[in-house]
C-alpha cells in the first residue's frame, strides 16, 4: 500500500512537471531545432522534462510500468487548463468535455485491462529487438508527419510510443541496478541501452515539441493514449505483466478505447475552434458590404 501511495505521489509531480513543459514548448512550436536552441525558456522546458524524467524513474522502483504509464493522463488533465489561463481565456465546452472522455477512457483502460504482474528486466535480445523495432516506427511516423499537409497527431503518436520505450528501458536499467548493484551498468547491452534511452528521449521531446504545432490538448491528449498503450504492450508482451480480464471486461475496455479517442477527436476539433482566422488581421473589422456579401 506504501508503494502505491509512493508510486501515484511521485506521479502526480511528473504529471506537472510535464504540464509546465509542454505549454512552454507549444509556444515555440513554430521554430525550427536551430532556432529553439536560441530561445532561452525552452531550456527551462527541457529542466522540467528532465526533472519529469527523473521523477519517472525513481517510480519505476515502486510500481510496475503497466501501471505508471496510465497515470501519465494526468498531464492532460492540468496542461489543458494551463494552457487556456496561458492564452486569457476559459476553457471550452468542447474542450472540457474532450477531457473528460479521453481521462474517463484512459483511466478505464488502466483499471480493467493491466494489472500487475512480476517485474523483470527485458533480455539481451528482446532489449535490442525493441530498439531497432522502436527506431524505425518513429522514423516512418516522423517522415509521415513531415509531408505537406500532414495532421500534427502522426508526431503525437511517435512521441508517445519513444517516451513509453524510454520508460521500458529506464525499468530494466532502475531493477537490473538494484539487482545486481552500479557494476552491471558497465556492461555492453547496458551501455546500449543507456544510448537508446538518451537518444528516444531527445526524440520524443523534438517530435511532441512539433506536434504542438497546430495547438496543444489534441497532441497531448493522444500522446497521453499511445503512451499507456505501448506500455501496456511491452508490459504483457515482454516483462512478465499481465491482462487479468473476462470477456466482459475486455468489452467494457474496448468501449472505454473508443471512448478515449472520442475524446481526443473532439480535442482537435476544440483547437480548430480555438486558432483565429488567418485571413482576419486582428484589430481591424469586415466591412457591412463584404459581410452582406458573406452572408448571400
Not at 465546452?93 to 477531457?99: A, K, V
Not at 483499471?111 to 516512418?140: D, M, W, Y
Not at 515539441?209 to 503512451?227: D, E, I
Amino acid at each position: 500500500m506504501a508503494n502505491l501511495i509512493i508510486t501515484i505521489a511521485l506521479c502526480v509531480a511528473v504529471a506537472i512537471a510535464y504540464a509546465a513543459a509542454a505549454l512552454i514548448q507549444a509556444r515555440h512550436a513554430h521554430l525550427t531545432v536551430r532556432q529553439l536552441v536560441r530561445v532561452p525558456v525552452l531550456w527551462a522546458a527541457i529542466a522540467l522534462n528532465a526533472l519529469g524524467a527523473a521523477l519517472h524513474v525513481t517510480s519505476l522502483g515502486f510500481g510496475p510500468l503497466s501501471l505508471i504509464q496510465p497515470l501519465g493522463v494526468l498531464t492532460l488533465v492540468i496542461a489543458v487548463p494551463f494552457a487556456a489561463s496561458a492564452a486569457h481565456r476559459k476553457v471550452t465546452r468542447l474542450e472540457l468535455t474532450g477531457m473528460s472522455k479521453t481521462v474517463l477512457g484512459l483511466a478505464g483502460l488502466a483499471l480493467l485491462i493491466t494489472t500487475p504482474g512480476t517485474t523483470r528486466t527485458l533480455g539481451s535480445g528482446e532489449l535490442v529487438a525493441l530498439v531497432l523495432a522502436t527506431a524505425t516506427f518513429l522514423a516512418v511516423l516522423g517522415f509521415q508527419g513531415r509531408r505537406p499537409g500532414a495532421s500534427s497527431l502522426w508526431e503525437a503518436v511517435a512521441g508517445g510510443a519513444a517516451y513509453s520505450v524510454c520508460s521500458a528501458l529506464c525499468q530494466t536499467v532502475v531493477v537490473s541496478v538494484g539487482d545486481s548493484g552500479g557494476d552491471v551498468l558497465l556492461r555492453p547491452v547496458m551501455i546500449f541501452a543507456l544510448a537508446a534511452i538518451v537518444v528516444f528521449a531527445i526524440a520524443a521531446t523534438l517530435l511532441t515539441q512539433r506536434s504542438y504545432r497546430n495547438g496543444l490538448a489534441a497532441p497531448l491528449a493522444m500522446t497521453n493514449l499511445v503512451n499507456p498503450a505501448t506500455a501496456t504492450a511491452i508490459g504483457v508482451l515482454l516483462l512478465g505483466e499481465h491482462l487479468g480480464t473476462t470477456p466482459l471486461q475486455m468489452a467494457i475496455a474496448a468501449g472505454c478505447a473508443v471512448l478515449a479517442g472520442w475524446g481526443v477527436a473532439q480535442l482537435a476539433r476544440a483547437r480548430d475552434t480555438n486558432t483565429p482566422n488567418p485571413r482576419v488581421q486582428p484589430g481591424r473589422r469586415v466591412s457591412s458590404t463584404k459581410r452582406a456579401v458573406t452572408i448571400r
